[in-house]
């Protein structure tokens, strides 16, 4: 396992359609998070999970945002409706419970015209 | 609020000096401090941590420093070299925070001179 895996790397979209994004995690993580980062930013949490429990979302994550850990391993994150303001780089990543081991992966660059 | 933020927002070295990059932060709940490295176009990578209670930690050519007293963190990269350019985040999460969710700044970029 080299790390936690993004798909796509980028993706460009229409306004008003509906993307979807995977992250593979590192496999002995129990943790994985999303975050979204605009230019000049520093990532912003927006979800993680424990295993299959998604266990926290942030205000950030509206309703046309969905995740889903289905099995406790790989995770998807929907956006429905996008908007312009959803361009960004949504970045995965996973950690031990302990927190240690925290690892993002290389992000998916979305740009919605 | 709660707020990790970074005194420079750039910087330039010459290489194979030293850089010494900081950042404050408001949370004196925090436990756990992360530096990454962010290469344009790439995710975030990981290059030291400190818990909150060691006050120094020592990498390959990095060192973390904390100083919960005045809340200050900072990242000293020794023989910088022209690799090393990149913006460089500093992370906490709060002790109170189980989930891991980490509070970012808005970087500091640091640019080396051959």
């Known amino acids: 396992d080299t790390g936690v895996s993004q798909d796509p790397r980028h993706k460009i979209t229409k306004r008003g359609q509906n993307v979807t994004f995977r992250c593979d995690p590192i496999s002995e993580h129990n943790r994985l998070y999303w975050y979204r980062q605009t230019l000049g930013q520093g990532p912003e949490f927006l979800t993680y999970f424990q295993n299959e429990a998604q266990l926290e979302k942030s205000r950030l994550l509206s309703d046309r945002f969905s995740a889903e850990r289905p099995k406790g391993s790989f995770s998807t994150l929907e956006i429905q409706r996008t908007e312009q303001g959803d361009s960004a780089m949504y970045l995965c990543a996973s950690s031990r419970d302990s927190g240690y081991g925290y690892t993002f992966g290389s992000g998916t660059r979305l740009t919605v015209v | 609020g709660e707020s990790v933020g970074l005194h420079l927002p750039t910087l330039s070295v010459q290489e194979g000096d030293n850089s010494i990059i900081n950042c404050a932060y408001s949370n004196s709940a925090s436990d756990y401090f992360i530096w990454y490295k962010q290469e344009s176009g790439k995710g975030p990578q990981f290059i030291i941590d400190?818990?909150?209670?060691?006050d120094k930690r020592q990498g390959q050519r990095v060192t973390v420093l904390l100083n919960k007293t005045v809340k200050h963190l900072s990242l000293q990269i020794a023989a910088t070299q022209p690799g090393d350019s990149a913006v460089y985040f500093c992370a906490e999460i709060p002790v109170y925070n189980q989930g891991g969710k980490l509070i970012f700044g808005q970087g500091t970029e640091l640019s080396v001179k051959p």
């Open positions: 400190i818990r909150s209670n060691m």
